[in-house]
Nanobody
């Protein structure tokens, strides 16, 4: 069993920044891909950013140039630095990790961008 615990969400004004963290724990030797998706009510869960264990990244088009994903493999933790936030970034952000071919999800953390 793998558990993912997210932190760092909250309310921020447009143009501001937030940093999300997600730590994986449980029956894992190593985590392969880790990253973030986001979802607003009534819509599908969309890719924000994913990072492979060897450092390859994949970003959603709407966040390129504003968000940066990073990870600490020793701690099985992934981070998402979000800058220049826009109201349309408001969503529940879900951490996910792939361990031995299985994708696990966190419970989500809410990010609200509003003045």
């Amino acid at each position: 069993q793998v558990q993912l615990v997210e932190s760092g969400g909250g309310l921020v004004q447009p143009g501001g920044s937030l940093r999300l963290s997600c730590a994986a724990s449980g029956s894992i030797f190593s985590v392969d891909d880790m990253g973030w998706y986001r979802q607003v009510p009534g819509k599908e869960r969309d890719l924000v950013a994913m990072l492979t264990r060897d450092g390859s990244t994949n970003y959603g088009d709407s966040v390129k140039g504003r968000f940066t994903i990073s990870r600490d493999n020793a701690k099985n933790t992934v981070y998402l630095q979000m800058n220049s936030l826009k109201p349309e970034d408001t969503a529940a952000y879900y951490c996910n990790a792939i361990v031995r071919g299985v994708r696990y999800w966190g419970k989500g953390t809410l990010v609200t961008v509003s003045s």
